[in-house]
């Protein structure tokens, strides 16, 4: 995991922010995820998904999308520690994310790619390779299937990504 969170390492002075620098330990039953409203230069909300041991992130200016078939734009950021998943707090002036950090919702997630009947299952990190992750949301605020689908891009720029809310009829437990 180490090497996984260099980037967001590189980034931060671990004396002048309270940030954690790592940790956190896998959820073995069931994957976390969050969502910090994070009130830096530009308001967002990063979405973090736990997947192998980091939480995958994408910073999503609107926040999750609300109505079925809704889709926002969703930047994906550095992977960060676990222990991420409890910080609340105010990153001082300067540093790398200035500005308050809220925690706007949290809970466990499914991986829907792995519940497809008559389907192979296929791992989260492997959704997140083919960049078409499906996932069931579940947590204070968020209940339902949400996907996060990397969008083609021309080859010089970075790829983007959609937080898209799915409609309760794209299979599985909620349907009628
Ligand atoms: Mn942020």
Known sequence: MAEKLSEYRRKRDFQRTTEPSDGGRP????????IQRHDASTLHYDVRLEIDGVLVSW?????????????????PTEDHPLSYADFAGRIPKGEYGAGTVEIWDRGTYRN??????GEEPVSMADTLAEGKIEVYLQGQKLDGRYAFIRMANSDDDEPQWLMLKMKDDDGGRDTG
């Open 59 to 75: 910073a999503v200016p609107k926040g999750p999308p609300e109505q079925p078939g809704q889709r926002h734009l969703a930047v």
């Open 112 to 117: 829907l790619r792995a519940e497809i009947e």
């Open 27 to 34: 959820n073995a039953a069931q994957p976390i995820y969050v």
